[in-house]
């Protein structure tokens, strides 16, 4: 089954990354931008292959951390505010600003909500259920807020260098935005695919014994 070992997945999300890396990182607009923004996929990559055969993941988690990704790398060619899709999303619903940003907090939340209720489950032994998703959602809100606080030092440590990483297009609520857009995301995620997700489990779970 697909969900042993993963690797054909794997291998797929991987080759799908390195050619959005090298799109992406072919002329960004901000080199430093483009570093910080496509990192956590330069650091899951190799995380996902030394795993693979002791802990490999359900083909969502992996099929969602490959969409995320190359989320990240667009976000990292054009920066934020500028991602084309983002103007053309502005424009037809009349927002006052690129929406990309907030999509892509979105899927901070999205994303990690299953792969971190497949470690809560696997690794937690937590029991599916009210509490798990409670669980879920605190985590993801860590993650937000953790990544706020990277925000944060990379504005105080580069200056107006870190406009383009932001990515506030002049929104004083931005941080609390983006926190907003991550509980949001994760509680979509939640409720959109936890049956898919409890259903993977169990068949990964078959085929490790």
């Keep these: 089954m697909v969900e042993r ?15 959005g890396l090298v799109a992406s990182g072919w002329a960004p607009y901000d080199r430093a931008t483009w570093w910080m923004e496509v990192a956590p996929a330069l650091i899951a990559l190799p995380i996902l292959w030394a795993t693979r055969g002791n802990f490999p993941l359900t083909s969502l988690s992996l099929i969602l951390i490959a969409a995320h990704g190359l989320v990240l790398m667009l976000g990292g060619a054009y920066t934020y505010a500028r991602v084309p ?13 690129n ?18 209720r497949e470690l809560l489950v696997r690794l937690g032994g937590l029991h599916r259920g009210w509490l798990l998703a409670v669980l879920v959602l605190a985590c993801c809100l ?14 105080m440590a580069l200056g107006q260098g870190a406009d383009e990483f932001l990515g506030t297009q002049g ?11 991550c509980l ?3 509680t979509c995620a939640l409720a959109a695919l936890t049956r898919l997700h ?9 085929t490790r014994h």
């Design 85 to 97: 899709i983002g103007f053309e999303v502005q424009n037809w619903l009349d927002l006052a600003r």
């Design 99 to 116: 929406p990309y940003d907030r999509f892509g907090h979105f899927m901070q939340g999205f994303v990690p909500a299953i792969v971190l």
């Design 142 to 155: 860590a993650v937000s807020a953790s990544y706020e606080l990277i925000e944060f030092g990379a504005a």
């Design 5 to 19: 070992g993963n690797s054909p997945l794997l291998l797929a999300l991987s080759a799908a990354w390195v050619a």
């Design 184 to 186: 949001v995301g994760a």
């Design 198 to 206: 409890d259903r993977q489990l169990v068949r990964l779970t078959a």
């Design 171 to 181: 929104d004083p609520w931005d941080t609390q935005w983006d926190m907003l857009m």
